[in-house]
């Protein structure tokens, strides 16, 4: 059963600890190159060991060279920082 449908909150220490795997995600997919590009609870997941995976890679797209921007409008509506929306390019700091 899915940890959200079993309880309703989780504990500050619980957060930072989803957090700490989260951020740890990004870094590694930063340090790629990768922009995720539709970063949302929805595509977040939980393994057996209740550490977190970041999928659905479907918008992502790698940076090739420092200073590139990327001008695709992409990602969940309610989600798309104003970097996206505002077309003047994109790089990690949207993601």
């Given at each position: ?77 309610n ?17």
């Amino acid at each position: 059963m899915e940890l959200h449908k079993r309880r309703k909150a989780l504990t500050e220490p619980e957060t930072r600890y989803f957090m700490r795997h989260l951020l740890h995600g990004v870094k590694h997919l930063h340090d790629k190159r990768v922009i995720h590009r539709d970063l949302k609870l929805g595509n977040l997941f939980l393994n057996d060991d209740m550490q977190v995976k970041i999928g659905d890679f479907g918008l992502a797209t790698r940076v090739d060279f420092d200073g590139e921007r990327k001008k695709t409008l992409c990602g969940t509506p309610n989600y798309i920082a104003p970097e996206i929306l505002n077309k003047k390019g994109h790089s990690f700091e949207v993601t």
